[in-house]
Each structure stands twice: as C-alpha cells, then as structure tokens.
C-alpha cells in the first residue's frame, strides 16, 4: 500500500542512512513561498550530511515515501490539502485524497519501510486547556509505540510544555537534550523545564539511541534549541500565544485547525519572526538527524 519512491527504496535495500521529513509542516505550518524554501532546503540539509531525504505524505490516496519535487511544490501551494494525523491514513486513502501527514502519521508510515529517523519543527503536545477541551496530540501516543528517533526544538510553544515532558515521562520516551540542559520551546530556546537526559555529541546520542532500542524503548525525542540570531524571548511568544488562543476560542477553532491557526497568528503577531525562526530551527534539526542517522550507519 505504501509507494517508496526508487532513490529511497535503493537506499534502505543498500541499509544507507534515511532520514525522514513530516509534510503537515509544509502544507499547514509555514506559509507559501517560505514553506517550499523550508522543505527544499531541508531535504538539501540532510543530503549535505551524507543521508537520503524522505519526505512523506499522503499523495492522491497513495502513502508516499519521498515526494519529489514537483510533489513538494504543489503541497505547498495547495491550501485544500489536509492533514492527516495517524487516525486519519484510511480515510485519506480511501478517498484518494492528498494529506500532509503529522509527525504522528509520518513516524508510524515511516517505521513501516524501516526508517528509524524523523526531523521536524517541534512536535505536538498536550494543548494549553487541555483540561477542558481534551486535546492532546496524537504525536505523543505514537511515540510511545513506535520504534524511532524524532529531533525536534522541543513542542511546540503553543503548547503546555509541563503537561506535555510529564505525558512523555508517562509514555516512556525519552527526551535528550542534545547540548543542553533544557526542554527547548520552539521558538525560544528554554521551556525552564529540564530534559531527562543530555548528550554533548552526535556518537553520544547514536549510543544511547541504541541502548534505548536494545532495552525494547519506542520513540525517543532528540531536543536542540533554536539558534541564538533568530529565537525570540519565551516571555514575548507567552504573551502572543495567550493572545492567539484568545482570538482562537473566540472563534470557535478547536481540533486538527488549532495548531496551524494559531501558527498563523503568532506569525501577524511578531511581525514574522515566528516564521524565520521556524525555518532556521527546522534546517538545523534535519542537519542533525542526518548526522545521528550516520553515526548509527557506522
Ligand atoms: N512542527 C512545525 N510546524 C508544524 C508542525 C510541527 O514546525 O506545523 C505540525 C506537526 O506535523 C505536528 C503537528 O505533528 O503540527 C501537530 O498537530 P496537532 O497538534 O494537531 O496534533
Ligand atoms: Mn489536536
């Protein structure tokens, strides 16, 4: 049922370090032309590092491991393309529908084929109210049974990230900071929360990865902040974020429209600094799963 473009067939049959990317992203997380640029410049990253690209979706009704370029072009301009999350693969398939695939739906299509690793922004979480509305991303359930290795700026900072590092402590997923101490906040570089674990260098983070696999562990998420010229300060994005779930619930947007709206309105409300630290941070992630993914290799 899953279509594996012939580049990325060659390299898992010839066991070549694979790294995969998450189209929801591309499609819903960063606006056009800056998502095409994003998405190209970060298969480049992973290449530049010496690992093949996979980014994955779901296109006309097809699981698609590694879009092509054309592919990549026409998801970031198509405002209909839905996103899928792991729950929403049959219906989408079914339908013959183009989907973005979250990380939740990317791990669990990319652990069919044997990849091991995914690089994206910052992953989903448990929501700012959750308690009264419910929502809790599916990323985090599937981390828990699925056998791979996201690196991430943390989750994202709509989130709450105290509910969301207790809901993985719960699930058993590790959370190593890669060079700090630090659960990172997307856009920020700190959460003031603290990571589980640490590793200082990419042979450090390979060896733990497999010792976590060795003991039977699932997903295990790799955290590294944002660069320095482009975070913006934790206290400026609480204040917009508050801002931007205010408009959101006054507008009634809840479920799979959450996230990106409120992406889209931290966008307005910093000016656009959201989106280029959003571009820098996801680059740097896919630089460092390729490297991971390569140090695994040897
Ligand atoms: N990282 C980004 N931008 C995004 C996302 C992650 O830099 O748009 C997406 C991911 O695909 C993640 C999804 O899986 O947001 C989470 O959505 P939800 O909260 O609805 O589960
Ligand atoms: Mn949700």
Known sequence: ???IRPDIARALIDRAPVVALESTLIAHGLPWPANLETARAAEAAVRAEGAVPATIAVWEGRPTIGLNDAELERLAQNQKVTKASRRDLAAAIARRSTAATTVAATIFLAHRVQIRFLATGGIGGVHRRAEETGDVSADLMQLASTRVAVVSAGAKSILDLPRTLELLETL???VVGYRTDDFPAF????????VSTRVDTVSEAAALLST??????????IVQPVDESVALDRTEVDAAVAEAERQASAHGVRG??????????????????????NQALVLANARLAAQIACAMDR
């Open 256 to 277: 799979p429209e959450l996230t990106p709206y409120l992406l889209r309105h931290l966008a307005e409300l910093t000016s656009g600094r959201t989106i280029k630290a």
């Open 212 to 221: 976590h696999w060795r003991l039977d562990g699932t997903g295990i998420l």
């Open 172 to 174: 058993g997923v590790p």
């Open 1 to 3: 049922m899953i279509d």
């Open 187 to 194: 856009y920020s570089r700190s959460s003031g929360r603290p």
